[in-house]
């Protein structure tokens, strides 16, 4: 299903003319149909993780963000609320399988259905961002409560995700999000957090889940006094 301009903005949080300036400057994906302007889910999610992979995200800019927008530790709670994991995959079909009988039982997600809508999604378009960095996720991850998951998968072996680098994948974030809103969020911010060479280089390197989430805590503080700053 398309979306409408309205929204857009809604899940972005941002003014609807704020989005029509981006179709305009930064080519977010539209067309028209009988003159409205329409936008497609996956186009424009797209759109958000190269954009999000920039250091200089427009998308964290206070100014564009009506609702004062991020929240400032949204990863790290959704990191503390999931978990760190080391993988023995050696491809993306049973990555997948691995974490998610890890972590579906405690999600009250089926594993079997969840495992084949992600890798229906990987079908679609690699979740692979380049920093040998990938984000398995769907829109259909949405999980019933009121918090959101990310699971931290560190392979033992790079795994190749067809990144467009060529290069194989050694740091996955898997996103299960409670809400459209929140799922485009975070999904923006980890796709931030990969153009943070010096950071995706430590995680790389290992790590247990209580170090992670204080570097996720610095990060996420120091993103928003940049935001504030813009202000």
Not at 49 to 71: M, V
Not at 91 to 110: C, Q, R, W
Not at 180 to 202: F, G, V
Not at 205 to 220: A, F, H, Q, S
Request: hydrophobic share 40%.
């Amino acid at each position: 299903m398309d979306l409408k301009l309205e929204e857009v903005a809604s899940l972005l949080h941002v003014s609807e003319s704020t989005v029509e300036r981006w179709v305009q400057e930064f080519d977010l994906p539209s067309y028209r149909l009988q003159g409205q302007l329409l936008f497609s889910r996956s186009e424009t999610e797209s759109w958000i993780l190269r954009q999000s992979s920039k250091k200089d995200d427009l998308l964290f800019n206070k100014e564009e963000n009506q609702e004062g927008g991020w929240q400032t530790f949204s990863l790290y709670r959704a990191i503390h609320r999931g978990d760190v994991v080391f993988i023995e995959s050696n491809s993306k079909e049973s990555a997948i399988d691995e974490v998610i009988s890890h972590v579906g039982k405690d999600l009250g997600i089926d594993r079997v259905s969840m495992v084949e809508l992600l890798i229906d999604r990987e079908k679609l378009m690699t979740t692979a961002l380049g920093s040998e960095v990938a984000i398995p996720h769907t829109r259909e991850c949405l999980i019933r409560g009121p918090h959101d998951v990310v699971v931290v998968a560190l392979p033992r072996r790079p795994i190749d995700w067809n990144a467009l680098d060529q290069k194989g994948v050694k740091v996955l974030f898997f996103l299960f999000a409670c809400d459209d809103k929140r799922h485009l969020n975070l999904l923006a911010k980890i796709a931030h957090l990969a153009s943070s060479k010096s950071l995706i280089e430590k995680i790389k390197g290992g790590v247990d889940k209580n170090t992670l989430m204080e570097w996720i805590r610095d990060w996420e503080q120091t993103l928003s006094q940049k935001v504030l700053q813009k202000a």
